[in-house]
């Protein structure tokens, strides 16, 4: 049984930052391309970030660039989201999530997710 657990969640302040970690369960992790989406209330859940099984591709959206930092480490079969200078609009709740098809920026992609980690961020 696969099983994503998200921690590093919390609140802060604007211009903080949080480093929200996925630990893998169940597959196996270096076959296993990663990404980071997150969905605020009302919205649809968006992608944030992805990185492909060896970790030498890296995406990132658009409004989180020069911000956030994605990173693996596969004999700790862990995802990190290293998040700098955050931003109010950055609340949401944070998913991990693991696809075989590349650092994919499509949620339809994805077959296994996490329960997802709350960031909060005060203005």
């Known amino acids: 049984q696969v099983q994503l657990v998200e921690s590093g969640g919390g609140l802060v302040q604007a211009g903080g930052s949080l480093r929200l970690s996925c630990s893998a369960s169940?597959?196996?992790?270096?076959?296993?391309?990663m990404g980071w989406f997150r969905q605020a209330p009302g919205k649809e859940r968006e992608f944030v970030s992805a990185?492909?099984?060896?970790?030498?591709?890296?995406e990132y959206a658009d409004s989180v660039k020069g911000r956030f930092i994605i990173s693996r480490d596969n004999a700790k079969t862990t995802v990190y989201l290293q998040m700098s200078s955050l931003k109010p609009e950055d609340t949401a709740v944070y998913y991990c999530?693991?696809?075989?098809?590349?650092?994919?920026?499509?949620?339809?992609?994805?077959?296994?997710w996490g329960q997802g980690t709350q960031v909060t961020v005060s203005a």
């Open positions: 990185i492909s099984r060896r970790g030498d591709r890296l």
């Open positions: 999530a693991g696809t075989w098809r590349g650092a994919s920026m499509i949620v339809g992609q994805y077959a296994f």
């Open positions: 169940g597959l196996v992790f270096s076959s296993h391309d």
